[in-house]
T-cell receptor
Framework: GNSVTQMEGPVTLSEEAFLTINCTYT??????LFWYVQYPGEGLQLLLK?????DKGSNKGFEATYRKETTSFHLEKGSVQVSDSAVYFC????????????FGDGTTLTVKP | NAGVTQTPKFRILKIGQSMTLQCTQD?????MYWYRQDPGMGLKLIYY???????DKGEVPNGYNVSRSTTEDFPLRLELAAPSQTSVYFC??????????????FGAGSRLTVL
């Protein structure tokens, strides 16, 4: 079956530091890949996505590239802010089956001033 | 534009009680989903629906039931609540399943405790 493995947290960084959160996946088909973010007390919201190999998703300074050869979708940001403190989830959805959504366990990021 | 609305936000149940978590979306999305999120874990799919009148099991359906009588509503029913069902429940919707349509929009969550 499909699986998503995320870098374990929690991750604590100082403001303006560089962020990488690793995500690797296994899938039988050609999935779409996503990063969702969950702020305290809220539901998940889409951060960025990529639908095919070598696509780069980007939003709010975050980037991730769909790497089929390494089955990875690592999240990066060059300079984090306190407001980026949240839980980040890597996820995949197989196109052929609406029920085949798989989420990683989430990585908690805390950014200190 | 409300998006996905879940009620209640919090609920405490006694073992053996039943309840329904309500979910409504106003985006005319065909696909709707129920997930549970246990502490420190990712989301597990309970049930999903690809349209009114059609539902299917996800990864962890035992102890739950759903119905989809309209495009907008997708209630989740818990029968005979057990402590193992203590979790945060998220409803989500999407336009479709393929690229460009499969972005999930989530509700704010319902925190359920079974004592």
């Amino acid at each position: 079956g499909n699986s998503v493995t995320q870098m374990e947290g929690p991750v604590t960084l100082s403001e303006e530091a560089f962020l990488t959160i690793n995500c690797t996946y296994t899938a039988t088909g050609y999935p779409s890949l996503f990063w969702y973010v969950q702020y305290p007390g809220e539901g998940l919201q889409l951060l960025l996505k990529a639908t095919k190999a070598d696509d780069k998703g980007s939003n709010k300074g975050f980037e991730a590239t769909y790497r089929k050869e390494t089955t990875s979708f690592h999240l990066e940001k060059g300079s984090v802010q306190v407001s980026d403190s949240a839980v980040y989830f890597c996820a995949l959805i197989e196109g052929a089956n609406a029920g085949k959504s798989t989420f990683g366990d989430g990585t908690t990021l805390t950014v200190k001033p | 534009n409300a998006g996905v609305t879940q009620t209640p936000k919090f609920r405490i149940l006694k073992i053996g009680q039943s309840m329904t978590l309500q979910c409504t979306q106003d985006m005319n999305h065909n696909y709707m989903y129920w997930y549970r999120q246990d502490p420190g874990m990712g989301l597990k799919l309970i049930y999903y629906s690809v349209g009114a009148g059609i539902t299917d099991k996800g990864e962890v359906p035992n102890g739950y039931n759903v119905s989809r009588s309209t495009t907008e509503d997708f209630p989740l029913r818990l029968e005979l609540a057990a402590p193992s069902q203590t979790s945060v429940y998220f409803c989500a919707s999407s336009r479709g399943q393929f690229s460009g349509a499969n972005v999930l929009t989530f509700g704010a969550g319902s925190r359920l405790t079974v004592l």
